[in-house]
T-cell receptor, first 115, second 114 residues
Framework: DTGVSQNPRHKITKRGQNVTFRCDPI?????LYWYRQTLGQGPEFLTY????????KSRLLSDRFSAERPKGSFSTLEIQRTEQGDSAMYLC?????????????FGPGTRLTVL | AQTVTQSQPEMSVQEAETVTLSCTYD???????LFWYKQPPSRQMILVIR??????QNATENRFSVNFQKAAKSFSLKISDSQLGDAAMYFC???????????FGKGTRLHILP
């Protein structure tokens, strides 16, 4: 399968714990994005990478959040000291070199529940 | 600031009928893209249709077409011959040409009635 994959698909954690999610983009896609989607809302942009460089971060990305993309391949999103307000679907997307058609290809998401 | 507004939280349509989902957006950019994404229950989001702002012709993909009114900043989606598989959350989305992030509306949940 050559689509965007995300792991785990579901994560339940207790408040105060750290969690890490992984995203594997489509091969050859040099841009990778993270979005957060809460219930009843559309996805909201968190951050994006061009290759290994993190080029933009939303103000939604508090200092408890960190994202990396070592070697410009897969990416991880870590949330430290989770809070109940962090419960959401975390979506990853990728797009090819150049802005092209503008389309982003989305993964299935990781649903986080903080108890 | 760029915004996308979908004023219909839910809609229903009879199978085989036609339905139109509304979307308005606000931007001061001249170069941008508009999208409709479909998110089926518990499945990943996929692109339904895309419109480049510089194109006057409305985009069409099989049963899906858009009515792009640039001056009114309106971008509606028409689904013809609705099928049960069309049931999903539909998001209208915007991306500025010089930007990378996509801005989404809150979505419209579409129900298909058999």
């Amino acid at each position: 399968d050559t689509g965007v994959s995300q792991n785990p698909r579901h994560k339940i954690t207790k408040r105060g714990q750290n969690v890490t999610f992984r995203c594997d983009p489509i091969s050859e896609h040099n841009r990778l994005y993270w979005y957060r989607q809460t219930l009843g809302q559309g996805p909201e942009f968190l951050t994006y990478f061009q290759n290994e460089a993190q080029l933009e971060k939303s103000r939604l990305l508090s200092d408890r959040f960190s994202a990396e993309r070592p070697k410009g391949s897969f990416s991880t999103l870590e949330i430290q000291r989770t809070e109940q307000g962090d419960s959401a679907m975390y979506l990853c997307a990728s797009s090819p070199r150049g802005l092209g058609t503008g389309e982003q290809f989305f993964g299935p998401g990781t649903r986080l529940t903080v108890l | 600031a760029q915004t996308v507004t979908q004023s219909q939280p839910e809609m229903s349509v009879q199978e085989a009928e036609t339905v139109t989902l509304s979307c308005t957006y606000d931007t001061s950019e001249s170069d941008y893209y508009l999208f409709w994404y479909k998110q089926p229950p518990s499945r990943q989001m996929i692109l339904v249709i895309r419109q480049e702002a510089y194109k006057q012709q409305n985009a069409t993909e099989n049963r899906f077409s858009v009515n792009f009114q640039k001056a009114a900043k309106s971008f509606s989606l028409k689904i013809s011959d609705s099928q049960l598989g069309d049931a999903a959350m539909y998001f209208c989305a915007y991306r500025a040409g010089r930007d990378d992030k996509i801005i989404f509306g809150k979505g419209t949940r579409l129900h298909i009635l058999p």
